[in-house]
């Protein structure tokens, strides 16, 4: 069962480039989540959205920025990236911000900046 | 602070064979959240179990099963009878109520089931 969906799942763009990520989500929850999964290290969280609203930015550089025009769609919208910025983004959504809600996850977007 | 580790990097196993994924947890919240999560090749992290903190009441799934001891402050995961499709990175994480109510994640454990 894949309640969120991402796209693109791969790719590859360079350092000029202006790209977006898209997030969707069919559970009908209310808070949505940005992650950052780079080799050898943990989940990072990069942004969280608690009814539309930004609730979390986690000293994110302003090269990556999130948008959310409803509870059902993230994006995350990519430019002048650097090489380092190559990661799998995962999105994930839960029902609420708060409490002991479940998040549940995307299958990612591969992205390699050349 | 909250932290997860685990401190398995990597298990690699022959089919059929039991094994257990160890989660060592930090907090000084009373009230929190522990979850595993498993990671095939394709990327999308899987969701598991949830435990509250104030049940240790340990689970039973089919093949899986979770030990959750909260005077070790662990929750371990074990695969019976283990399979060539467990074969996946496995995170435990845990997320606090209040606080940052952050899920905070361990670095995973890679598991490879051999036929």
């Known amino acids: 069962e894949t309640g969120v969906t991402q796209t693109p799942r791969h790719l590859v763009m360079g350092m000029t480039n202006k790209k977006s990520l898209k997030c969707e989500q069919h559970?009908?929850?209310?808070?949505m989540y940005w992650y950052k999964q780079s080799a050898k290290k943990p989940l990072e969280l990069m942004f969280v959205?608690?009814?539309?609203?930004?609730?979390e930015n986690n000293s994110v550089p302003s090269r990556f920025s999130p948008e959310c025009p409803n509870s059902s769609h993230l994006f995350l919208h990519l430019h002048t990236l650097q090489p380092e910025d190559s990661a799998l983004y995962l999105c994930?959504?839960?029902?609420?911000?708060?409490?002991?809600?479940?998040?549940?996850f995307g299958p990612g977007t591969r992205l390699t900046v050349l | 602070a909250q932290k997860v580790t685990q401190a398995q990097t990597e298990i690699s196993v022959v089919e059929k064979e039991d094994v257990t994924l160890d989660c060592v947890y930090e907090?000084?919240?009373?009230?929190?959240?522990l979850f595993w999560y498993k990671q095939p090749p394709s990327g999308e992290l899987v969701f598991l179990i949830r435990?509250?903190?104030?049940?240790?009441q340990n689970e039973i799934s089919g093949r899986y099963s979770w030990n959750f001891q909260k005077s070790t402050s662990s929750f371990n995961f074990t695969i019976t009878a283990s399979q060539v499709v467990d074969s996946a990175v496995y995170f435990c994480?845990?997320?606090?109520?209040?606080?940052?109510?952050?899920?905070?994640f361990g670095k995973g454990t890679k598991l490879t089931v051999n036929p």
């Open positions: 994930a959504s839960s029902q609420d911000y708060r409490g002991p809600d479940t998040q549940y």
């Open positions: 559970l009908g929850h209310n808070a």
């Open positions: 907090t000084r919240d009373t009230t929190y959240y």
């Open positions: 994480a845990l997320r606090t109520q209040g606080g940052s109510e952050k899920l905070v």
């Open positions: 435990r509250n903190s104030f049940d240790e």
């Open positions: 959205y608690n009814f539309k609203e930004q609730t």
